[in-house]
């Protein structure tokens, strides 16, 4: 019996628990990895194993992966998909104002935590005959600048930039993965949550983040995971490297 084999970072809540949920749902086989651990009912026929581990820390965790991947049989698998949803918002407020270290760690998890994963991924993976997939879960703000944010839109620009790069590398192989930066709409989570409470002289576009919540504009996190996973199933996944749910509605 072969069974789908998903991966998914920052899994333990918000988009990514959502995701682990209905992947688990549909009988997949989850690695969630995030810094808490993934507790969910485990559905007849499905598998989750949980990291608990610190994206911010990203070599260890790629070793790790790479290690993991090795020990994997293929041949019992249909597919294979890395979902890149783990970030991580500093607290919103100008460059000028902002504590290097909260830089730092955003741009850890939120950018070379996914460099280096997908590196380990791509290589353990490369000769197996099954379909894979490499999904970023990106943002708007990747393609939209917002003062006070500098670090988020740099690592979700980022984000996009590579899924560029890689989609590039991949089409040039006899069987590459297909690689997709997406951004997932607006979502009611703690980081949502953050930007709300933001201190407003820091963060004029909270009165924006607050009037979303205020007007029902955002998804929840099992509506998001429904629209990610509808995207993922899409025969032309891979086609567009960067777009957005709201495009391909």
Not at 146 to 174: F, I
Request: glycine share 8%; aromatic share 4%; hydrophobic share 50%.
């Amino acid at each position: 019996m072969t069974t789908h084999l998903s991966i998914v970072t920052g899994g333990s809540r918000g988009l990514g628990l959502a995701l682990v949920e209905q992947l688990l749902a549909r009988g997949h086989r989850v690695l969630a990895i995030a810094r808490r651990i993934t507790e969910l009912p485990v559905p007849a026929g499905a598998a989750l194993e949980s990291w608990t581990v610190d994206l911010a820390d990203p070599l260890p965790v790629a070793e790790r992966l790479a290690g993991w991947l090795a020990a994997q049989d293929p041949a019992a698998l249909a597919s294979v998909t890395l979902v890149h949803n783990a970030g991580v918002v500093s607290p919103p407020a100008p460059l000028s104002a902002s504590h290097p270290a909260a830089l730092s760690n955003a741009l850890r998890v939120g950018l070379e935590a996914p460099l280096v994963l997908s590196a380990s991924f791509l290589h353990a993976t490369e000769a197996w005959a099954v379909p894979r997939k490499l999904l970023f879960i990106s943002s708007g703000l990747g393609r939209r600048a917002m003062a006070g944010s500098g670090s988020y839109c740099a690592a979700k620009a980022g984000m996009d930039h590579l899924a560029r790069a890689l989609a590039l590398e991949e089409a040039a192989k006899p069987a590459g993965a297909r690689v997709v930066s997406l951004a997932p709409g607006v979502i009611d989570t703690d980081m949502q949550v953050q930007l709300r409470a933001a201190d407003p002289t820091l963060f004029p576009e909270r009165v924006r983040f607050q009037s979303l919540k205020d007007n029902g504009q955002l998804d929840s996190p099992a509506q998001a995971a429904a629209k990610v996973l509808k995207v993922m199933d899409r025969d032309d996944f891979g086609s567009l490297p960067v777009t957005d749910v709201r495009e391909l509605a």
